[in-house]
T-cell receptor, first 117, second 112 residues
Framework: DAGVIQSPRHEVTEMGQEVTLRCKPI?????LFWYRQTMMRGLELLIY????????DSGMPEDRFSAKMPNASFSTLKIQPSEPRDSAVYFC???????????????FGPGTRLTVL | AQSVTQPDIHITVSEGASLELRCNYS??????LFWYVQSPGQGLQLLLK??????LVQGIKGFEAEFKRSQSSFNLRKPSVHWSDAAEYFC??????????FGTGTRLLVSP
């Protein structure tokens, strides 16, 4: 398996522009997570999905952020409009359930480094 | 709220020397604890995890960690560090179903 795939790897945009980050989870995984990593706040969970349904979006910073998962093999994180403080590395991770376990290993993608000028 | 604390922001270790990275957790029930490693420009990779049972857990790349309930700690160790171990290490706790809360990370530098 190719692992979790994220695109683009780097994105530079200007303040006010719309930004869309993409993620393809590992085939067969039914959980998908979006994280943001910054120097100031570390690694934060933004939102996660189970079977394409958003389960917890309490980490989404504000209404400018939205995430969708239209099918089991694709998810997007959109920022509109973008601001300089959104500059960060955004990670996508996926995991598969087994027997209703409380936790299953999350596999991370390489991340998208976003710079908002 | 459930959380983990990694008190060391940076640690420098000589190659071949032993390593211990500290992690303290705050959690009311039996915690699920993890150590992840992040190499530069890469995503996170799971080193090891503790769910229950033996308090000394073995992971990949020669790492181990010991769960000590009395000290609320889950420290990561390695007997002999290699230059390729230079990376950032994150401790994490799973406070709820499938969620992870990460510590702020410890950056490991390996000197020749």
């Amino acid at each position: 398996d190719a692992g979790v795939i994220q695109s683009p790897r780097h994105e530079v945009t200007e303040m006010g522009q719309e930004v869309t980050l993409r993620c393809k989870p590992i085939s067969g995984h039914d959980y998908l997570f979006w994280y943001r990593q910054t120097m100031m706040r570390g690694l934060e969970l933004l939102i996660y999905f189970n079977n394409n349904v958003p389960i917890d979006d309490s980490g989404m910073p504000e209404d400018r952020f939205s995430a969708k998962m239209p099918n089991a093999s694709f998810s997007t994180l959109k920022i509109q409009p973008s601001e300089p403080r959104d500059s960060a590395v955004y990670f996508c991770a996926s995991s598969g359930t087994s027997g209703g376990a409380r936790y299953n290993e999350q596999f991370f993608g390489p991340g998208t480094r976003l710079t908002v000028l | 709220a459930q959380s983990v604390t990694q008190p060391d922001i940076h640690i420098t270790v000589s190659e071949g020397a032993s390593l211990e990275l500290r992690c303290n957790y705050s959690y009311g029930a039996t915690p699920y604890l993890f150590w992840y490693v992040q190499s530069p420009g890469q995503g996170l990779q799971l080193l090891l995890k503790y769910f229950s049972g033996d308090t000394l857990v073995q992971g990949i790349k020669g790492f181990e960690a010991e769960f000590k309930r009395s000290q609320s700690s889950f420290n990561l160790r390695k007997p002999s560090v290699h230059w390729s171990d230079a990376a950032e290490y994150f401790c994490a706790v799973a406070p709820g179903f499938q969620k992870l809360v990460f510590g702020t990370g410890t950056r490991l530098l390996v000197s020749p």
